[in-house]
Structures are given as structure tokens and as C-alpha cells.
């Protein structure tokens, strides 16, 4: 396998901080066009092992390699400009006056604000298109801050195409999204993950409702080690899951889509 074929590889890699534990030893391979989610209970270590493929921490022992540079040994403000990140620290960080397209607009230098960098018709009627096509047109004009939750996550999500990122991270991108808002974004992401020339992506996410269809494999954490990694056929099961969760659960697939539920008694 080429290294163009590879996103991120992760060897052995553990997190440590204030003489604690908090990732690790992971092995985990993301080839590239592969549609990755990352579960586990509350402090399983995700965000831990987000931060590493986003390249904002270094890895305490193990080696890992992003987009084919290995953290250490690169410099990572030039790194972190090759990886999309949608979530609400991201959201967080924009202007809320700025409008919609002009938070697309930001992704095609990566920067926070619209007013670091001027753009010509030509880019704006891209950033239009962008925000059409994840279903966004109506909000374009409209400031980011009044956007619904749902709404900022997919203005995001254009955003990190207009870059064409090599890899893009989602980080509970369904955090605090209404059911309409979150089959929205869902739908977004299927659309996504359909393109020819699809990031890899890696979605954090708390339940498997908010999963697209078009996820192909999936990590479980659980106190910071690796409990299952594979294809979501094989992942994706009322045992791993079980034994993630610390609870009975069964898992169904319809569609595509997964669901599950606790069948122990509280």
C-alpha cells in the first residue's frame, strides 16, 4: 500500500498527563476515502485521540503519522492547514456577525475571520454552491451566530470542502442538534461520503443515531484502550458495544443506519 493510500497510522501510541493515563497503547490504520466513527463512554480517551490526528498534541510514547508526516518531526502549523475540523470549538472560534458564505470562504486559507483575506466573485459563487449543496442556500447571507446548531455544522462542513482536506475530523457534530437538525446533517455527511474524491473522515459521536450510512468503519474506546476496531459489520454489534458500555445493548441496522438500545434493567 502506497503512502497516499494511508490518512493516519497511529503505532503503539499512549497520552499521558499529570501522571495519568489517558490514551493508549492504540494501533489504529485509516486508509484514505474511509469513513471512520469513534465511540466510547465519557472519558474514553476520544478527544485524546482526536487531538493527535488533528495534530495539536504529540503523542507521549508511540509513533503517529498524519496525512504522512510524522508528529515531531514536521511542522504542524503547515499540517493542521491540511486537516478540516467541523465541531463547536470550531464554531466557537468564528465571528458570529460574519454571514454564512463568508464563513465558507474562511476555509479556503484556513483562517477564523473572512476580513484576513479578500475574495473575488468567482470564490463567493463557489461558497454559495457549497452551502447549496449541504442544503445551507437559505442561511448565506445570514450571520453565523443565528444559524441553528444544525445549520452552523453543515455551513462547517462546506467550509472544510472548500479546502479539500485530506482528512477531516467531526467532532460530535450532533452535539445539541434537534432530531430534524441531526437527519439533516446526517444526509449531509452521506453526501459527503458519496463525493470521488471523499476526505477521510473521522466522526466522534455518543450514539449510533447520528451515524451516516455511509460510515465504514469504527473504533470503541474505553478507559483510553482500543475495545474494538474494524468494519462497522464486525464493530458495530450488541457484543463490542456491550462490553464498551459497560451495558447489555442490541444493535439494529435498517437502511444503513444503526440504532441501538439497553435490553439490563437499571
Known sequence: MSETDVAA???????????RRLLGP????????EHWALLGPNGAGKTTLLSLLAATRHPSSGAATVLG????????RTLRARIGVVGQSVADRMPGHATASEVVLTGRDGILAPWWASFDEAERAHARSLLDRFRCG???EQPFVSCSQGERQRVLLARSLYARHGLLLLDEPAAGVDLPGREALV????ELGALVDAPTTVQVAHTLEELPASTTHAL??????????GSVE???TDE??????????????????FSARAVAAW
Open 9 to 19: 497510522v497511529l503505532e503503539g501510541v499512549t497520552v499521558d498527563a499529570a501522571g
Open 69 to 76: 508526516c510524522r508528529l515531531g518531526q514536521t511542522d504542524l
Open 220 to 229: 470503541l474506546l474505553r478507559d483510553g484502550i482500543a475495545v474494538a476496531s
Open 26 to 33: 492504540v494501533a489504529l490504520t485509516l486508509r484514505s476515502s
Open 240 to 257: 463490542p458495544l456491550s462490553a464498551c458500555f459497560g451495558i447489555d445493548i442490541r444493535v439494529e441496522r435498517v437502511a444503513g443506519r
Open 187 to 190: 444526509a449531509a455527511l452521506d
Open 138 to 140: 437559505h442561511v448565506a
Open 234 to 236: 464486525e464493530v458495530l
